[in-house]
């Protein structure tokens, strides 16, 4: 690649970036600013207004032909996806729901394996195993709470996400990002209202920093997160996009470190030093191969 396109791919990496960081917060605004048992409605508040003010500064429809696509991509990005990871925030702490995320490049890896007859790179699946032994050194831990229904809902969230990345790269739509990241909050926020509805107890009357928290969740971890996410996986390659969702567990780490006082052993700074290194990885092997 010339210089100004090797700029240009490290700013989008950048700002790609910051989505997955932004994510990694949501574990703690969600255990210690949102009312308590109640995943379907934090993720309906984070997902249904979100997608409401993009389309409302968008304002623009997909082809009748998108729809199908549209729906299955709104339902593995957001709908899905954001049930599961508010069941697995509410189960698990902080730092545990997010790291078992890391199966998600190597899932990645192995749809393009098997839908495109594309072996991946050497070093990609060595960078992703990095990636899963340096969260499995974070797993244990001290203080590490193992929660069966946690767990499995934090990998299938991190399945559903994986699908969604890959689908999203390989089913180019004609929309712009906005539209496209706006569309796809509101279908989501739709499939969860049911949920909500019926399954979550009604909420209490919310205070002032109750209503901060849903409004970062929305503005911040939906509408501006995922604008990014979907730019990133429009520029870059899926198995790099989903190598950046690793970010996500260090920043909820660091997070209830720095705020919750929760440990943080050697062990523990050996597994997020490893993490980062698969980051790192992954995105140097992309780069070559582009």
């Given at each position: 690649m010339n210089e100004k396109s090797t700029t240009s791919s490290l700013i989008t990496t950048l700002t790609t970036a910051l989505a997955p960081a932004i994510w990694g917060s949501t574990y703690i605004v969600t255990t210690q600013l949102l009312p308590p048992d109640r995943p379907f409605i934090a993720a309906l508040l984070r997902t249904l207004p979100a997608g409401v003010l993009l389309l409302i500064f968008v304002g623009r429809?997909?082809?009748?032909?998108?729809?199908?696509?549209?729906?299955?991509?709104?339902?593995?990005?957001?709908?899905?996806?954001?049930?599961?990871?508010f069941i697995a925030a509410y189960r698990l702490?902080?730092?545990?729901?997010?790291?078992?995320?890391a199966i998600q490049p190597l899932?990645?890896?192995?749809?393009?394996?098997?839908?495109?007859?594309?072996?991946?790179?050497?070093?990609?699946?060595?960078?992703?195993?990095?990636?899963?032994?340096?969260?499995a050194v974070l797993l244990l831990s001290p203080g590490a709470v193992w929660d069966a229904a946690g767990?499995?809902?934090?990998?299938?969230?991190?399945?559903?996400?994986?699908?969604?990345?890959?689908?999203?790269?390989?089913?180019?739509?004609?929309?712009?990002?906005?539209?496209?990241?706006?569309?796809?909050?509101?279908?989501?926020?739709?499939?969860?209202?049911p949920l909500a509805v019926l399954v979550d107890p009604p909420l209490p009357a919310l205070d002032a920093v109750q209503v901060l928290g849903y409004?970062?969740?929305?503005?911040?971890?939906?509408l501006l997160a995922y604008a990014l996410w979907f730019r990133g996986i429009a520029r870059l390659s899926p198995v790099a996009v989903s190598s950046l969702g690793l970010l996500s567990p260090l920043v909820a780490v660091v997070l209830g470190w720095a705020l919750l006082g929760q440990a943080m052993s050697g062990l523990s700074l050996a597994g997020l030093a490893t993490v980062l290194a698969s980051i790192l990885a992954v995105?140097?092997?992309?780069?070559?191969?582009?």
């Open positions: 429809l997909p082809q009748r032909a998108e729809w199908g696509r549209l729906v299955v991509l709104s339902a593995l990005n957001i709908g899905f996806f954001q049930a599961l990871l702490p902080g730092g545990l729901a997010a790291v078992v995320g899932l990645v890896m192995g749809l393009a394996w098997l839908l495109e007859r594309r072996p991946p790179a050497r070093l990609a699946v060595g960078a992703g195993v990095l990636g899963v032994l340096g969260m767990i499995a809902a934090a990998l299938a969230g991190a399945a559903c996400m994986a699908a969604g990345t890959y689908l999203t790269r390989r089913w180019r739509s004609e929309l712009p990002v906005l539209a496209l990241t706006g569309w796809q909050l509101l279908l989501g926020g739709l499939m969860l209202a409004a970062y969740l929305s503005l911040a971890g939906a995105q140097r092997g992309s780069a070559q191969r582009r």
